[in-house]
């Protein structure tokens, strides 16, 4: 089965549509977005305005989109995840499209035996909108924040609320107890789990300087459970800066494949029977046999 798995498209209305190319030209039967799917900032750069922006983005594009890729390719499911942008996202849902999956913290169970469970919060970062930023482990560092920083007022309101940062983590549940609670697949061998954030301390969440924005609390689960794999996004720049879109944890694959928001997709497909054999990325050169690759 052919799976195409991207991240960070960030409302850019050109990536989407090279993604429903590559759907087309790879045969893709499933397809993966690993949030951050909605613009970030509106035109006016108003954090108020960032909510009615995001609905008019997914009224206007993203749900044609959807509908026009479910009925143009051969993909049977679409699994949607958010990131520490997508402040609407539950309203994506609110006009369901068959075949498009929220995974936000769920589990799917497919038919030949994988199972995706996903899961959209990342360590705090230094970003005004909190709604999908959780404390990691209890004792991670956190960078500087800015205060007051934002959460929607409600799910499916236009409405902001400024909010300390520090308090408003801190009353929280941490990623680490998250990552415990989530549905528990039937074989970890067959298990997909899709994050927004990589795992710490790999050559997928590395920020310029060469410093780790990822998870430890998610690196800590891979370890300890050992997934067949993981597909995650966020960073965008370290597939660039580590010279590597993909990591091995043990036993586990992991794959983040950037995104620089240039003039094309960073993405990558491949067979789930055959992962290893068959993972191609639209930019990177580096397959997970070679060591070797560069940037094309």
Known sequence: MKWLYTSDLHGEIYLYEQLLELARSSFAEVILLGGDLLPSYPPTKRYEDMIPNQKTFIDQFLLPFLKRTMKTTDVKHLFLIPGNWDLVYPYLFEKPVEGVIDLNQKIFHLRDGYEIVGYPFVPPTPFRPKDYEKMDD???????????????????????????????????????????????????????????????????????????????????????????????????????????????????????????????????????????????????????????????
Request: aromatic share 6%; with cysteine.
């Open 138 to 296: 209890g004792e991670a560092p956190w960078p500087p924040q800015k205060n007051p920083s934002y959460i929607r007022n409600s799910e499916l309101g236009n409405e902001i609320t400024a909010i300390d940062p520090h308090l408003h983590l801190r009353s929280r549940e941490t990623i680490q107890e998250d990552l415990n609670l989530l549905p528990k697949p039937v074989s970890m061998k067959r298990a997909i789990y899709l994050t927004h954030s990589p795992p710490f301390g790999t050559r997928l969440d590395q920020i310029q300087g060469g410093k780790s924005a990822g998870s430890r609390a998610l690196k800590a689960f891979i370890e300890s459970n050992q997934p067949l794999l993981n597909l995650n996004g966020h960073i965008h720049e370290s597939p660039q800066i580590s010279g590597s879109y993909f990591d091995q944890i043990r036993e586990t694959i992991s794959i983040n494949p950037g995104q620089l928001i240039s003039r094309t997709l960073h993405a990558v497909t491949f067979d789930i029977e055959r992962l290893k054999e068959t993972l191609k990325h639209t930019c990177f050169l580096k397959a997970l046999s070679d060591d070797s690759g560069v940037w094309s």
